[in-house]
């Protein structure tokens, strides 16, 4: 089943475990999730009055509507 995610963060999530830093994604674009693989990068212009996906090539498409209505995980 596929879903439709909103994200608004637009990096990672540092983790420090034993002394050993970790960089989780938080944008959800990382092809190596649950780490970070810079691919947020890509994500630096994106209106915050519009809605984006990325296809598995990194193509970026655009809706007008923001979808005030899709759940966004808190920040
Ligand atoms: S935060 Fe998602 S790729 Fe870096």
Same mark, same amino acid.
């Given at each position: 089943m596929a879903r439709i995610v909103k994200r608004t963060r637009g990096g990672p999530y540092p983790v420090t475990i034993g002394g050993e830093t970790k960089y989780i $994604? %938080? $944008? %959800?674009?990382?092809?190596? /999730?649950?780490? $970070?693989n810079g691919t947020h990068k890509i994500a630096r212009q994106e209106d915050p009055d519009?809605? +984006?996906w +990325?296809? =598995? /090539? %990194?193509t970026r498409f655009e809706h007008t509507d923001s979808f005030q209505g899709i759940? $966004?995980? /808190? =920040?």
């Open positions: $994604c %938080g $944008c %959800g674009l990382s092809n190596t /999730q649950p780490f $970070c519009k809605l +984006y +990325y296809d =598995e /090539q %990194g759940r $966004c995980p /808190q =920040e």
